[in-house]
């Protein structure tokens, strides 16, 4: 029998209107029974935002679409426009070509989390056009502050550039425009902080300079933020995507955070990655400046501490929305059997075909269904 959820997939991609798909909690499997498993998406695709809206991806906070791509603008206070992958990769190189938005105190940001909080970030500040922070996080702790680098990037807000994750279980490598500018090695990164298990891919913008904002997420977003001045707008040309892993989900068989307990079903976890990846380490072609000013962000702390005149600090919640306290920042998948084309766009799977009378019948009410939905908003 097709589900209620399936209904709704299926009417709100038929009246484009896929915001309202975000209808699930975060779940950690480390910390938390019957979580669903995650849609794997087993391949690679090629995500162009100049021909409009992706179905591969879950919109929050109104981006809009033009020839220059996805547009993610920040005009007041609140404003948090971002896009999520409805699906998870196990390993894998991700490529998104972007150009930063400008603005004091407002963030760009690239961004692979899994549901146990791994991490790993591009961020750009709106007030510093000529550098871009990296960054990583296992299970969302910041035990510690020296994981982030500055990198030279000139003309970040100036024009369109392609930053490259590749991230395998032996190291992450960050590029722009094919040049490699860090590499972090399993070896040396922080004990047992290494990211390794299944990631979506977020990407949006928001305003840490914010007046809502604490103290220290203000200074580290170089704000406040003068909406007079805006909309400060960040925007997406395209984003490309290779899973290394394969299979049609990704599920925990337990609660180590380890890779080695990932379960690819119908396929195979591969450590290794690509050709190109899994093995020495590439040059780094352009040196790391320094160490960001050591920002929380949106990760949790192990400690008491929420005096926001000292660190560790935590954020407030109109931050991208990649943090433990966010209640729909991650979305579950698609439905059982359906699957991605290379361009990204959603493909229902065989088993859910209906004769031509009930698939009648079934959009009919899914249409109707979505019309009272989008009515109700009114």
Same mark, same amino acid.
Request: glycine share 12%; net charge neutral.
């Given at each position: 029998?097709? /589900?209620?959820?399936?209904?709704?997939?299926?009417?709100?991609?038929?009246?484009?209107?896929?915001? &309202?798909?975000?209808?699930?909690?975060?779940?950690?499997?480390?910390?938390? /029974?019957?979580?669903?498993?995650?849609?794997?998406?087993?391949?690679?695709?090629? @995500?162009?935002?100049?021909?409009?809206?992706?179905?591969?991806?879950?919109?929050?906070?109104?981006?809009?679409?033009?020839?220059?791509?996805?547009?993610?603008?920040?005009?007041?206070?609140?404003?948090?426009?971002?896009?999520?992958?409805?699906?998870? %990769?196990?390993?894998?190189?991700?490529?998104?070509?972007?150009?930063?938005?400008?603005?004091? /105190?407002?963030?760009?940001?690239?961004?692979?989390?899994?549901?146990?909080?791994?991490?790993?970030?591009?961020?750009?500040?709106?007030?510093?056009?000529?550098?871009?922070?990296?960054?990583?996080?296992?299970?969302?702790?910041?035990?510690?502050?020296?994981?982030?680098?500055?990198?030279?990037?000139?003309?970040?807000?100036?024009?369109?550039?392609?930053? $490259?994750?590749?991230?395998?279980?032996?190291?992450?490598?960050?590029?722009?425009?094919?040049? $490699? @500018?860090?590499?972090?090695?399993?070896?040396?990164?922080?004990?047992?902080?290494?990211?390794? $298990?299944?990631?979506?891919?977020?990407?949006?913008?928001?305003?840490? /300079?914010?007046?809502?904002?604490?103290?220290? &997420? %203000?200074?580290?977003?170089?704000?406040? &933020?003068?909406? #007079?001045?805006?909309?400060?707008?960040?925007?997406?040309?395209?984003?490309?995507?290779?899973?290394?892993?394969?299979? $049609?989900?990704?599920?925990?068989?337990?609660?180590?955070?380890?890779?080695?307990?990932?379960?690819?079903?119908?396929?195979?976890?591969?450590?290794?990655?690509?050709?190109?990846?899994?093995?020495?380490?590439?040059? %780094? &072609?352009?040196?790391?400046?320094?160490?960001?000013?050591?920002?929380?962000?949106?990760?949790?702390?192990? #400690?008491?501490?929420?005096?926001?005149?000292?660190?560790?600090? @935590?954020?407030?919640?109109?931050?991208?929305?990649?943090?433990?306290?966010?209640?729909?920042?991650?979305?579950?998948?698609?439905?059982?059997?359906?699957?991605? #084309?290379?361009?990204?766009?959603?493909?229902?799977?065989?088993? #859910? @075909?209906?004769?031509?009378?009930?698939?009648?019948?079934?959009?009919?009410?899914?249409?109707?269904?979505?019309?009272? %939905?989008?009515?109700?908003?009114?």
């Amino acid at each position: 029998m097709i /589900g209620i959820r399936h209904c709704l997939l299926a009417s709100l991609t038929l009246l484009a209107t896929p915001s &309202t798909a975000q209808t699930y909690s975060n779940c950690n499997p480390l910390t938390q /029974g019957g979580c669903p498993a995650d849609t794997a998406l087993g391949k690679s695709v090629n @995500v162009d935002f100049t021909k409009g809206a992706s179905d591969s991806f879950t919109p929050s906070g109104n981006p809009t679409y033009d020839s220059n791509g996805a547009t993610f603008a920040v005009a007041k206070s609140g404003d948090s426009p971002q896009i999520t992958s409805k699906w998870y %990769i196990m390993f894998g190189r991700v490529e998104v070509v972007l150009k930063a938005a400008p603005g004091a /105190g407002i963030v760009s940001s690239f961004v692979m989390q899994s549901d146990t909080l791994d991490e790993i970030d591009w961020e750009w500040l709106g007030a510093d056009s000529e550098q871009v922070q990296s960054n990583y996080f296992g299970k969302g702790l910041t035990t510690t502050y020296n994981r982030g680098a500055f990198h030279a990037d000139s003309g970040s807000q100036a024009g369109f550039k392609t930053y $490259t994750i590749d991230w395998t279980a032996n190291q992450i490598v960050w590029s722009i425009n094919g040049q $490699t @500018v860090r590499v972090l090695t399993q070896a040396a990164a922080e004990a047992n902080q290494y990211p390794q $298990t299944p990631m979506q891919v977020k990407i949006g913008a928001w305003s840490g /300079g914010d007046a809502s904002n604490s103290q220290g &997420t %203000i200074q580290w977003a170089k704000g406040p &933020t003068d909406y #007079s001045r805006g909309p400060y707008k960040m925007q997406v040309k395209s984003v490309s995507v290779t899973d290394y892993s394969t299979g $049609t989900q990704y599920k925990y068989g337990g609660t180590s955070g380890k890779w080695q307990d990932i379960v690819a079903v119908g396929g195979s976890v591969n450590s290794g990655g690509g050709s190109k990846s899994g093995s020495s380490a590439p040059a %780094i &072609t352009s040196v790391s400046s320094g160490q960001p000013l050591p920002f929380e962000g949106t990760h949790r702390s192990g #400690s008491v501490n929420t005096n926001t005149n000292v660190y560790p600090f @935590v954020a407030q919640p109109t931050t991208l929305q990649t943090s433990a306290s966010a209640a729909y920042s991650n979305y579950p998948g698609l439905p059982s059997g359906w699957t991605v #084309s290379d361009s990204g766009k959603v493909v229902p799977g065989a088993a #859910s @075909v209906l004769d031509i009378p009930t698939r009648f019948l079934y959009l009919t009410f899914c249409s109707l269904l979505a019309g009272f %939905i989008l009515g109700s908003r009114g």
